[in-house]
C-alpha cells in the first residue's frame, strides 16, 4: 500500500520511525534532541522534526501520524503563542488543581462529567494557574491546543480548523470519553471566559493534507499511540515502571469512578484506556538500594538470595504519600521485622514484593469494575531486572511480558498514519486498523507451584495494608 512515518515528540526528543504500511516493518529511524526545559518552546520541537528527518528519511512517504507529549499551548484570536508551553506534571498547579476539585462539588463530580480528577498536568489545572498568576496571558488566550495538535495544525499550514483526536483529548481532563464530547463549561470555570477547543477526529479520520498533498492523520497522545504501537488489545494491560508507576488496560467502555482513583481515557481506535496511576514505583526500588549501599542491579541480585514472603517483612511502599489508595499524606511502612530477618537480602526482597504489591493494587482497581487481565506488558528498564521478572507473574496472577525495546509510540503514529492511508484508499475499515504484528518479547509466567506462593505473598501485604489504612480502598 505504501510507506508511511510516525513521529513521536516527547519531553526529552523526536523520534521518527518510517514503516511499510502493509506490514509495519521499520524501514528508517530518525531522532533529535529538545532543549531540556519545563517551559517548552513549540517552534524548538519543529526544529528538531526537521533536523530528525534530515538526510531523506521522508523520502517516498505518503503519510505521517503524530503523537506528542500532554501539555497545554496557549494562543490568542489570531493564533499567536500567548507564552511557552506548560508541559510535565508542574507541581505549581497542584494548588489549583486542588481548588478547582472542590469549587465543582469534589472527586465524585468531576469523575462524572469527565472520567477524572484534575491533575496538576491537565488543562483545567493549568489555566486556573495562568488565571491567578499571569492574568494578562489568560486574558489573551482564546485557544488551547495540546502539544500533537499543534504540531499536525503546523505540518498542515495553520489552517482555520484545528483539529485533536479522542485519546488526547481525553487526557485534558475537559473531555469526557464517555460522552464523546468537550466540557468548554469547564474550561470557562477554570480559566474565567470561554476558548475556542480543537475538533475531535474519529480513529481512522484524516486531519488533513499538507501543502505538498501529504496525509496527515488524526495523530493522538503519547500514552495511547503507545498502547497501538504495542498492539495491545482486550484482555491485555500495561504497567510502566518509571519513578512513579501506571497502570492500563484496554476495555470496551469508559469507567466512571466516583473516588477518582480510575482515569477514563480513551484509545486511538475506538476502545477505551482506563488508566490507575500509583506514586510510587521504582522509587521504592532506587531508595531501598541507596540504604544498602548497591544499585538496581545489585538489590536484584540481593533480592534474588532471599525467598518469597521476604521472610516475613512487608513493604508498604507510601514513600510520596500514595494516589492508590488516597494516601496522599501517608508515608511507607516495614512491618515483620525480626532477629533472624534482619538481613539485605530480605529487605531487597521486601521492595520489589511491597513495589509489586501495590501495581498490583491498581491493577485488582480495574479487575474489580469488569477489566479482563490475561497478560500484563511490563515497560520501563527496571522490567529487565530479573528480580522484576521472577515475582511479578505470581503477584499479578498473569503472563507478564516484557517487550523488546523500540519508540513504540512513534510506531503507534505511523500505524494510525497506515490505517488513514487504507481508508483514503479504499483498502481498509474505518472500524479495523491494519493488523501489524504485536510487540515482540521476554515471557514470563508463574509455575503452578508458584502462582499459590505468589498469591500467599499477596494475601500478607494486603493484611498489612488493610491493618495500617483499614478501608482504604473502600
Not at 469508559?254 to 482515569?263: H, N, Q, R, S, Y
Request: aromatic share 4%.
Amino acid at each position: 500500500m505504501g510507506i508511511v512515518a510516525g513521529l513521536d515528540s516527547s519531553t526529552e526528543s523526536t523520534r521518527i520511525v518510517v514503516c511499510d504500511a502493509d506490514t509495519g516493518a521499520v524501514l528508517r529511524q530518525g531522532y533529535a534532541p529538545h532543549p531540556s526545559t519545563p517551559e517548552g518552546d513549540p517552534q524548538a520541537w519543529l526544529m528538531s522534526l526537521g533536523d530528525a528527518a534530515a538526510g531523506g528519511l521522508l523520502e517516498g512517504v505518503q503519510a505521517i501520524g503524530v503523537s506528542a507529549q500532554q501539555g497545554l499551548i496557549a494562543l490568542d484570536a489570531g493564533g499567536v503563542l500567548v507564552r511557552p508551553a506548560m508541559l510535565g506534571n508542574d507541581k505549581r498547579m497542584q494548588p489549583a488543581a486542588a481548588d478547582l476539585t472542590d469549587t465543582l462539588g469534589g472527586r465524585a463530580a468531576w469523575a462524572q462529567a469527565v472520567g477524572s480528577v484534575p491533575q496538576p498536568g491537565q488543562v483545567p489545572a493549568r489555566l486556573r494557574w495562568l488565571a491567578r498568576n499571569e492574568p494578562e496571558s489568560a486574558t489573551r488566550t482564546a485557544a488551547v491546543l495540546q502539544p500533537h495538535d499543534w504540531l499536525v495544525w503546523q505540518l498542515l499550514g495553520r489552517p482555520v480548523r484545528r483539529t485533536t483526536d479522542r485519546g488526547d483529548a481525553s487526557g485534558t481532563g475537559c473531555w469526557s470519553a464517555a460522552t464523546g464530547s468537550w466540557r468548554p463549561d469547564l474550561v470557562e470555570l477554570a480559566l474565567g471566559h470561554p476558548v475556542t477547543l480543537p475538533d475531535v477526529l474519529a480513529p481512522a479520520e484524516p486531519a488533513g493534507h499538507t501543502p505538498e498533498g501529504l496525509l496527515i492523520s488524526a495523530g493522538t497522545g503519547e500514552t495511547m499511540a503507545a498502547a497501538f504501537g504495542l498492539g495491545v488489545g482486550a484482555g491485555d494491560a500495561v504497567i510502566s515502571l518509571g519513578a512513579s508507576g501506571s497502570v492500563f488496560a484496554v476495555h470496551h467502555e469508559a469507567l466512571v469512578d466516583p473516588t477518582g482513583i480510575i482515569t477514563s481515557f480513551a484509545d486511538a481506535t475506538g476502545m477505551h484506556l482506563p488508566v490507575v496511576h500509583t506514586l510510587n514505583a521504582v522509587r521504592v526500588l532506587r531508595g531501598t538500594a541507596e540504604l544498602l549501599g548497591t544499585d538496581l542491579a545489585g538489590l536484584s541480585e540481593l533480592a534474588l538470595r532471599s525467598s518469597p514472603g521476604s521472610y516475613g517483612m512487608v513493604l508498604l511502599p507510601y514513600l510520596e504519600g500514595e494516589r492508590t489508595p488516597h494516601l496522599p499524606h501517608t508515608a511507607g511502612s516495614l512491618t515483620g521485622l525480626r532477629r533472624e530477618s534482619m538481613k539485605a537480602e530480605h529487605l531487597a526482597r521486601a521492595a520489589f514484593e511491597g513495589m509489586l504489591c501495590g501495581l498490583t493494587d491498581a491493577l485488582d482497581v480495574l479487575r474489580t469494575r469488569g477489566v479482563r487481565v490475561r497478560r500484563v506488558f511490563l515497560l520501563g528498564a527496571a522490567a529487565e531486572l530479573p528480580a522484576v521478572q521472577a515475582i511479578a507473574p505470581s503477584l499479578f496472577g498473569a503472563q507478564v511480558v516484557v517487550p523488546q525495546p523500540a519508540d513504540y509510540a512513534a510506531l503507534g503514529a505511523a500505524r494510525q498514519a497506515a490505517w488513514a492511508l487504507g481508508v483514503q484508499h479504499g483498502t481498509l475499515s474505518p472500524r479495523q486498523p491494519p493488523l501489524w504484528p504485536a510487540a515482540a518479547g521476554q515471557v514470563f509466567e508463574a509455575t503452578g507451584e508458584e502462582m499459590p506462593v505468589g498469591q500467599a505473598v499477596r494475601q500478607q501485604y494486603v493484611t498489612v495494608r488493610e491493618q495500617t489504612h483499614p478501608g482504604a480502598f473502600q
